[in-house]
């Protein structure tokens, strides 16, 4: 059974031989990039270039999944926003929005463009799905991720407005990310059509560290079970930062899995959500394997397996800069421990 | 001269209406300061900053959260507006001037601007670059303005490798100035590894940083004052 076959098993709930190691969030090397001989900010412009750059990983490492987009702007900028993509950085800078869509309270009753899945980089997302399809998806999964109706709406609006809202003005707040939502689908639609095996929904902003379990409830999970509903290949919900009242209803929402940072204490979320939810994660990609050493990322990747995850997934996108040995000793450790427990 | 109940009752008011959120409140409270004849640097910190100092307790018992502390912190700025310009220049041994921005490839300010706020409430000079800042900006700023403290703030792990360049550029040419980073994937260990004097994870620590330097600077006002008794 290659890494294909037992990702696909473990999303439909089949057992196993061991733990995969794999992500659905971005997971381009510098490495990568430099044996590639491109520039990171072409990337982001170039369907070929970024399926290529996306491939690396499992080329270089055996890293378990192929995953486009490499920017969190996709969305946003299909909607009408400008980004910048620091043409000129001399190291590594992700893009970033430029212009907001909305202003102000007033502007918040937004009616989407019509053209979305044609819009931006849409079309070239749906490139760079099939080219790195047809390059590594006879071996391993391919993913590909759209943002979360809340994280998405703090992109087209100031952040600082939005949180105050959604205290303030929640009725306005739940129509915009309902919005949200369905520019979502469009482009989550897409990434299906494309070929993408699962799709993960990057609900960042969400996090309980910004808002309130009850604000969550109440103003975020509608949304995201409207998005996840319409997701017809396998999906997970991932949500950053503290995760731990709101990890049962990250389920509620109805992804195949979920996916849980560092701050999660996995080990308790596995217990409240019981043997056969499908949880992964739950590393530092920063300070474990980019600033930790081999033993480090060894151990590390030990107690996500013993905490009990269903896959070894980095807590959010790894970092291009990560030491290529920490790479393989991260791989090595998962293939001989993840078939012990 | 305001007599101490009264006093008591407009603190009690610019504080509550920093906790509760209360724009109206803390106008209302800073403007019967004023009238009432209070020092307004005291109405400042027994008010606002004490009311402030509640809301981050609230936040770390997780009973508030961001949104509310924006709402806070609108409310306090409500009543500084009013009673800053009345503020006579607080003597107290520093100069306080800071430079303040999130780095380039960060679009992301909240806690900065919080940070940004306890240095205004505290009378520091701010110099605030705003976000998805050009590295060398900051040094520039630095040199200009010399100022004593630079602050450095990311959201994201990917905008954060930027900071040391900053940072080793700044000590490379002024040793003596102080610099905290700040943001959620900051910690002590990268402080120390990025050369940095001090660091604030998130948005509840960068508040209980800044409040801690500006309770130190409220304690060294109070023992001035006890000292001119």
């Known amino acids: 059974m290659n890494s294909r076959e037992s990702v696909l098993k473990l999303f439909k709930g089949e057992e196993i031989h061991r733990v995969p190691c794999f992500s659905g969030m971005g997971n381009i090397t510098e490495e990568g990039i430099n044996k590639l ?6 990337i982001h412009s170039d369907a070929k270039k970024m399926a290529e750059t996306a491939a690396s990983t499992y080329k270089l490492f055996g890293f378990e999944s192929g995953v486009v987009p490499v920017d969190l702007c996709v969305e946003a900028e299909a909607m009408g926003c400008v980004i910048n993509v620091y043409p000129n950085a001399e190291g590594i800078l992700y893009p970033t929005i430029k212009e907001k869509l909305i202003h102000k309270e007033d502007e918040m009753d937004i009616k989407l463009p019509d053209n979305i899945a044609s819009s931006g980089r849409v079309p070239l997302l749906v490139e760079a799905i099939k080219l790195l399809k047809a390059d590594i ?11 979360g109706p809340f994280t998405l709406a703090g992109q087209i609006m100031e952040l600082n407005d939005l949180l105050k809202l959604s205290f303030k003005k929640a009725d306005k707040v739940a129509k915009l990310l309902d919005a949200m939502a369905d520019a979502i689908i469009i482009v989550a639609k897409e990434y299906e059509k494309a070929g993408a095996d699962f799709i993960t929904v990057r609900e960042m902003g969400a996090t309980s560290d910004v808002l309130s379990p009850r604000v969550f409830k109440n103003l975020i999970l509608p949304p995201l079970q409207k998005i996840i509903k319409e997701i017809k290949v396998h999906s997970v919900l991932h949500i950053c930062g503290k995760t731990n009242d709101i990890v049962t209803f990250m389920m509620e929402a109805g992804p195949t899995a979920i996916s849980v940072e560092q701050k999660n204490d996995v080990a308790e979320t596995r217990k409240k959500l019981g043997k056969d939810a499908l949880i992964f994660g739950n590393f530092d990609p920063y300070n474990v394997l980019v600033s930790g050493d081999e033993t480090l990322v060894r151990t590390t990747m030990r107690q996500c397996i013993d905490n009990g995850v269903s896959a070894v997934w980095p807590g959010c996108d790894i970092w291009p800069a990560v030491p290529p040995q920490n790479m393989r000793a991260m791989m090595d450790e998962v293939k001989n421990y993840g078939g012990k427990r | 001269m305001a007599d101490e109940a009264k006093k008591k009752e407009i603190f009690e008011k610019l504080r509550n209406g920093v906790i509760q959120y209360d724009e109206d409140a803390c106008k209302e409270g800073a403007q019967e ?25 609230l936040f770390e018992a997780q009973e508030y959260f961001v949104p509310e502390i924006l709402m806070c912190a609108d409310a306090l700025y409500a ?5 800053k310009p009345h503020c006579k220049q607080m003597d107290i041994g520093v100069k306080g001037a800071v430079v303040i ?6 679009v992301h300010d909240i806690g900065k601007n919080l940070v940004k706020m306890m240095f205004d409430v505290a009378g ?5 670059l705003g976000r998805d800042v050009p590295l060398d900006q900051f040094v520039e700023e630095q040199l200009r303005t010399d100022s004593e403290l630079v602050c450095l ?10 900071m040391p360049k900053v940072i080793e ?3 490379a040419k002024n040793p003596d100035c102080l610099i905290m980073i700040g943001g959620a994937p900051t910690s002590k260990d990268l402080a120390e590894k990025f050369g940095a004097d001090g660091y604030a994870e998130d948005a509840s620590n960068a508040l209980k940083e800044a409040i801690k330097m500006v309770s130190f600077l409220k304690k060294l006002r109070d023992e001035k004052a006890a000292a001119n008794k």
Do not use: H
């Not at chain 2, 640097?41 to 981050?56: C, K």
């Not at chain 2, 921005?101 to 960060?106: K, L, P, Y």
């Not at chain 2, 703030?153 to 930027?162: F, H, I, K, L, Q």
């Open chain 1, 37 to 42: 001989g491109y520039k990171f900010a072409a």
């Open chain 1, 137 to 147: 998806g006879s071996d391993v999964a391919i993913g590909s991720y759209v943002l």
């Open chain 2, 33 to 57: 300061a004023l009238d009432a004849g209070i020092d307004p640097n005291e109405a400042i910190f027994d008010g606002l900053v004490s009311g402030m100092e509640e809301v981050g307790r």
């Open chain 2, 79 to 83: 009543g500084l507006d009013i009673l």
């Open chain 2, 101 to 106: 921005g999130t780095v380039e490839g960060d």
């Open chain 2, 124 to 128: 520091f000079t701010v110099y605030d």
């Open chain 2, 153 to 162: 703030s990311a959201m994201m792990t990917t905008s954060m490798v930027g």
């Open chain 2, 169 to 171: 550029k700044i000590k």
